[in-house]
């Protein structure tokens, strides 16, 4: 670990620090192995414990998983950030899987979002212009 040289009444002695744990130390001099105990304060760590409160539990309604109820309508979502350039579908047309529904500009690059699935758009949420952040819903088809 670490290495000295301490001379004493003339006599020089080569010491070896092998491992410091709490107030035991073990070491050598000149090649003879010691475990010494040192009459010292350990120091503690100046920084501050963390204590966080206790959650409450939750109550019966808001443990609940509450179901949407256009569940059988598939959201299709911003794929990243970015703002709505073109929109090509409106309420009630019928789309088919690949169809471009909106182009927007994410990353200085238009983007193009795809129907996944086949059906009618039922809910358009976004109009040219808006920005949207990831994943945020843009459309849904029934």
Same mark, same amino acid.
């Given at each position: 670990? $670490?290495?000295?040289?301490?001379?004493?009444? =003339?006599?020089?002695?080569?010491?070896?620090?092998l491992s410091? /744990? !709490?107030? @035991?130390? &073990?070491?050598e001099v000149n =090649?003879?192995?010691?475990?010494? #105990?040192v009459?010292?304060?350990v120091?503690? +760590?100046?920084?501050?414990?963390l204590?966080?409160? +206790?959650?409450p539990e939750p109550?019966? *309604?808001?443990?609940?998983?509450? $179901?949407?109820? +256009?569940? *059988? #309508?598939?959201?299709? &979502?911003s794929p990243?950030?970015g703002?709505?350039?073109?929109v090509?579908? @409106?309420?009630?047309?019928?789309? &088919?899987? !690949?169809?471009?529904?909106?182009?927007? /500009? #994410?990353?200085?690059?238009e983007?193009?979002?795809? #129907?996944? &699935?086949? =059906? $009618?758009?039922?809910?358009?949420?976004?109009k040219? !212009?808006?920005?949207?952040?990831q994943?945020d819903?843009?459309l849904e088809?029934?």
């Open positions: 670990m $670490k290495n000295y040289k301490f001379t004493i009444g =003339g006599s020089i002695y080569d010491v070896e620090i410091f /744990e !709490g107030k @035991n130390i &073990k070491l =090649g003879t192995p010691y475990s010494v #105990a009459d010292r304060e120091k503690t +760590s100046k920084t501050p414990v204590v966080r409160t +206790s959650v109550t019966r *309604s808001e443990s609940k998983i509450k $179901k949407n109820i +256009s569940s *059988s #309508a598939t959201p299709v &979502k990243l950030p703002t709505i350039l073109y090509f579908v @409106n309420v009630g047309d019928e789309v &088919k899987v !690949g169809q471009k529904l909106i182009c927007m /500009e #994410a990353m200085k690059m983007n193009n979002v795809l #129907a996944e &699935k086949e =059906g $009618k758009v039922t809910v358009v949420k976004v040219v !212009g808006d920005s949207v952040l994943n819903h843009l088809i029934l």
